[in-house]
T-cell receptor
Framework: EAQVTQNPRYLITVTGKKLTVTCSQNMNHEYMSWYRQDPGLGLRQIYYSMNVEVTDKGDVPEGYKVSRKEKRNFPLILESPSPNQTSLYFC???????????????FGPGTRLLVL | EDKVVQSPLSLVVHEGDTVTLNCSYEVTNFRSLLWYKQEKKAPTFLFMLTSSGIEKKSGRLSSILDKKELFSILNITATQTGDSAVYLCAPRGSNYKLTFGKGTLLTVNP
């Protein structure tokens, strides 16, 4: 089954304790992206990757890191989480990201993060 | 800075009503516009629009884009309670980035 998976789905942590949220897709997609969703602010892009070893900042990259060493995986790293990073996080992927006919973007199930 | 404004922010209708959701945008190097439906989970894809004036249809849902006036509408006819959700509009611009609107919360009452 074609899908985007994220782990963990729920996480409670404390300020300053490094964490990684994994994202994996099995559709051989080149484009992957991370979003955070907050009430009243909607979905905002954190980072995106057009292909392996190619990443770029979205609208709200501060406090986050990403890596794209393999096509299927795009982990989100919070080196020193703070309470303002409490949010619902979505990973998404699409075939190429170029806006062509096959540019449906598939979302993972979401990771709900609480930073105390 | 790319901007997306969706209206109305929320809407309550009865089953069987027809609704029109609006999305206006300003993005650099516009490429396409996507509509998503979000219930209490991840957004699910509805439509992608790239050309003006060509209506996309899927059952009771349809959408159209006006690239000159920079807006799109999503129509839902004969609404059902299962249509209750947040509908998100997302134009794709420079660097292939998607910018999401804040969404329209649609509530369909029986």
């Amino acid at each position: 089954e074609a899908q985007v998976t994220q782990n963990p789905r729920y996480l409670i942590t404390v300020t300053g304790k490094k964490l990684t949220v994994t994202c994996s897709q099995n559709m051989n997609h080149e484009y992957m992206s991370w979003y955070r969703q907050d009430p009243g602010l909607g979905l905002r892009q954190i980072y995106y990757s057009m292909n392996v070893e190619v990443t770029d900042k979205g609208d709200v990259p501060e406090g986050y890191k990403v890596s794209r060493k393999e096509k299927r995986n795009f982990p989100l790293i919070l080196e020193s989480p703070s309470p303002n990073q409490t949010s619902l996080y979505f990973c998404a992927s699409s075939l190429t990201g170029t806006g062509g006919l096959q540019e449906t973007q598939y979302f993972g199930p979401g990771t709900r993060l609480l930073v105390l | 800075e790319d901007k997306v404004v969706q209206s109305p922010l929320s809407l309550v209708v009865h089953e069987g009503d027809t609704v029109t959701l609006n999305c206006s945008y300003e993005v650099t190097n516009f490429r396409s516009l996507l509509w998503y439906k979000q219930e209490k989970k991840a957004p699910t894809f509805l439509f992608m629009l790239t050309s003006s004036g060509i209506e996309k249809k899927s059952g009771r849902l349809s959408s159209i884009l006006d690239k000159k006036e920079l807006f799109s509408i999503l129509n839902i006819t004969a609404t059902q309670t299962g249509d209750s959700a947040v509908y998100l509009c997302a134009p794709r611009g420079s660097n292939y980035k998607l910018t999401f609107g804040k969404g329209t919360l649609l509530t369909v009452n029986p």
